[in-house]
């Protein structure tokens, strides 16, 4: 089944999401660093553009939450309100600057109850820029550190000019990644993206899956498949024609009630399994607010069940503490 690169023999793999963010500002060289050091087998860059089309790192195209962008008083006048994935949304886009004026700001915890400490010292990575970080620290821990992009709102972008696929295989093929072994996962919550990469690339794709709603891509289309209706057997078999593996949502693997407590894990896992493709589930977080009242407040127990299930890797906030459970299967 697993026909794609597993960094650690048959053990899940640690992919750290935004890089170490549940101690650094998330999408950030440092963050990413932190990753990498407390074992993470991959960092997880999202990937937006410039205004001059240069791949950068942002969870959003929208920069208020995760930036000083608004203390710059010549950038006032750059706040506006834009339909993005159908929904109206207001503040600073990525796509509004240069990278030059991208790089003059500095990153800022998103979530208030994370460490602010390290608000306004990190300026934003390019994708290249990431690429370079991870080739350093790979030579000198002396072991191979994956990258696993995700294009965000690539319907978005390709409609004002913008697409992300051809600069994204332009980068990483440049850089030497081609083979559909090298440390390299590409994702989307959009099919028609990944469809269209898995013509420029041999390198393997993830199609992310949420649970609720459905692709943009599809919404476009006026195709009404859900991201649920994606799960079905059949459809997950469509999804392996183009796709090394899925990235769902956890919710999608086990269920909670109103109540959030788990309700009985779902076949998710085994039907992907046996279409080929592999799992790796997302988001992993320390924080009680994240967390089922099931684990009594123990993420351990969380990842310990999840991969009692079978996931090929998981998504963390909390690389230490996936890898600390890691070590005990």
């Known amino acids: 089944m697993k026909k794609y690169l597993q960094l650690n023999s048959s053990l899940p793999i640690i992919i750290a999401h935004r890089g170490a963010s549940g101690f650094r500002p998330e999408h950030t060289l440092a963050s990413y660093k932190l990753a990498i050091t407390l074992g993470a087998d991959y960092i997880e860059p999202d990937l937006v553009s410039t205004k001059d089309g240069v791949l950068i790192a942002r969870h959003e195209n929208e920069i208020s939450t995760t930036t000083n962008v608004a203390e710059y008083p010549e950038f006032v006048n750059r706040k506006t309100t834009k339909l993005i994935d159908g929904k109206p949304i207001t503040g600073w886009f990525t796509e ?8 003059t700001l500095k990153a800022k915890e998103r979530l208030p109850f994370r460490d602010q400490s390290f608000n306004n010292q990190f300026s934003i990575p390019t994708f290249q820029e990431i690429i370079d970080l991870v080739k350093l620290k790979s030579g000198e821990i002396g072991r191979s550190i994956g990258i696993y992009p995700e294009t965000k709102h690539p319907t978005y972008f390709a409609s004002i000019g913008l697409p ?3 600069p994204l295989i332009e980068i990483l093929h440049n850089n030497g990644y081609r083979s559909a072994k090298d440390p390299i996962y590409i994702q989307s919550f959009e099919t028609a993206n990944l469809q269209k990469l898995r013509k420029l690339t041999d390198l393997p794709l993830i199609q992310l899956l949420e649970n609720f709603g459905q692709p943009f891509d ?6 009404s498949r859900t991201y649920k209706d994606l799960t079905t057997p059949q459809e997950l078999a469509k999804i392996a024609e183009y796709a090394a593996g899925i990235g769902p949502n956890k919710q999608m693997i086990i269920p909670v009630d109103k109540e959030g407590k788990l309700l009985s894990p779902t076949s998710l896992i085994a039907d992907a399994h046996t279409v080929g493709l592999l799992v790796h589930p997302y988001t992993f977080r320390n924080e009680k607010q994240y967390l089922a009242p099931d684990y009594n407040q123990n ?20 690389t230490n503490t996936a890898l600390m459970v890691i070590q005990r299967i």
């Open 299 to 318: 993420p351990e127990a969380e990842y310990e069940q999840f991969f009692n299930l079978g996931v090929d890797g998981v998504f963390t906030d909390f």
């Open 218 to 223: 599809l919404v476009m289309k006026g195709d």
């Open 164 to 166: 992300l696929e051809e």
């Open 96 to 103: 509004d600057f240069t990278l030059a004026e991208i790089k």
